[in-house]
């Protein structure tokens, strides 16, 4: 199960930090990471983060975004700085087994989203 809180409104330049709650996914072969999906435009992989602690970002993030977890609380973070009107989107929390993929095909587990609006 996967849960995400931390979207909401924001000036561009700001800040915002998502958590997702996740739960069974505490093997070394996994990927857990963050998605978007604007209006109108297909779901894009953010960030992932690897069981082993590899990451990937999307170049249209790089600089800006930091993915991260906490295993004693079961929880990955998505810190977002310097955002723009293009973050805006519903955010999403996946995980699979196996190696990561910035695609979002494949991910087995997702949450319900948080909706970041950047204006």
């Known amino acids: 199960q996967l849960v995400e809180s931390g979207g909401g409104s924001v000036q561009a330049g700001g800040s915002l930090k998502l958590s997702c709650v996740f739960e069974?996914?505490?093997?070394?072969?996994?990927?857990i990471g963050w998605f978007r999906q604007a209006p109108g435009k297909e779901r894009e992989g953010v960030a992932t983060?690897?069981?082993?602690?590899?990451?990937y970002y999307a170049d249209s993030v790089k600089g800006r975004f930091t993915i991260s977890q906490d295993n004693a609380k079961n929880t990955l973070y998505l810190q977002m700085n310097s955002l723009i009107p293009e973050d805006t989107a519903m955010y999403y929390c996946?995980?699979?087994?196996?190696?990561?993929?910035?695609?979002?095909?494949?991910?087995?587990?997702w949450g319900q989203g948080t909706q970041v609006t950047v204006s």
């Open positions: 996946a995980a699979r087994l196996g190696a990561c993929s910035p695609s979002p095909g494949g991910y087995n587990y």
């Open positions: 069974g996914y505490t093997t070394n072969s996994r990927c």
């Open positions: 983060l690897s069981g082993t602690g590899n990451t």
